[in-house]
């Protein structure tokens, strides 16, 4: 009784096998690159690159605080508020001082409107749900044989991927102006942003590996719906 269970697992596995592996080389190349950068000291920490990015931009009120965890950076929008990762807070080298550059980059796409950034937030809500019950009803409408099912999931996994192809562009924006702007306001030379360039280059493979991910498993699953109508 498990194996019609297993089977769509198996098959899905098989087709996106490509993305996976992509995936899997894209966070050692990460891992990697963030730890050669942390052996480049910096003038800076992270915390006082971004501090200095975003005062030139004339974002003092965005606020800029150290949480727990290893590469957790973000920025958050509703908030205002740039989070950094206590090593890439307090950290004096390239890799902090790039990543906190990456994320001072989304503080300044959300202060100048940048489209992609503003279609990203409003998916958000659709994609959080869509990637939490789309699974479910996707698998359990390729077992069952129902196809109202499997569309359902298919409609809401798309949100999914809507996202992750907005939000390519949103990270790779993120990540020029981190380049431009680390050179520009003097935090590198820009004769010492190899150790800079390494480190977002590889972040930047994992979210192609993220949308190369969703795009084909949802390419599966609307295989398997136009199946399940071929053999009605």
């Known amino acids: 009784m498990g194996m019609p269970f297993f089977y769509p697992n198996l098959g899905l596995l098989l087709f996106i096998a490509p993305a996976l592996i992509l995936a899997m080389i894209a966070q050692w190349w990460v891992h990697s690159a963030y730890a050669k950068g942390q052996n480049v000291p910096s003038s800076m920490s992270g915390f006082m690159a971004a501090r200095?990015?975003?005062?030139?931009?004339?974002?003092?009120?965005?606020?800029?605080?150290?949480?727990?965890?290893?590469l957790s950076d973000h920025y958050d929008p509703r908030g205002k508020v740039l989070r950094l990762s206590s090593d890439n807070y307090h950290g004096r080298n390239l890799a902090a001082v790039g990543i906190a550059a990456h994320e001072a980059g989304h503080a300044v796409q959300d202060a100048v409107g940048y489209l992609p950034l503003v279609v990203r937030n409003l998916a958000v809500p659709a994609a959080n749900f869509g990637s939490g019950a789309s699974m479910f009803m996707l698998i359990l409408g390729v077992v069952l044989n129902f196809k109202w099912l499997l569309l359902l999931g298919i409609v809401c996994f798309s949100a999914v991927v809507l996202f992750q192809v907005v939000n390519l562009p949103v990270e790779f924006n993120a990540s020029s102006r981190a380049k431009a702007l680390l050179v520009e306001e003097g935090i590198v030379h820009q004769f010492d942003m190899g150790p800079v360039n390494n480190v977002l280059n590889a972040a930047a493979l994992t979210y192609v590996a993220a949308t190369l991910q969703a795009i084909l498993t949802l390419l599966y699953y609307v295989m398997r719906f136009a199946g399940q109508r071929d053999s009605r």
Do not use: H, R, T, Y
């Open 52 to 70: 200095k990015i975003l005062d030139a931009a004339g974002l003092q009120k965005v606020a800029i605080e150290a949480i727990p965890g290893q």
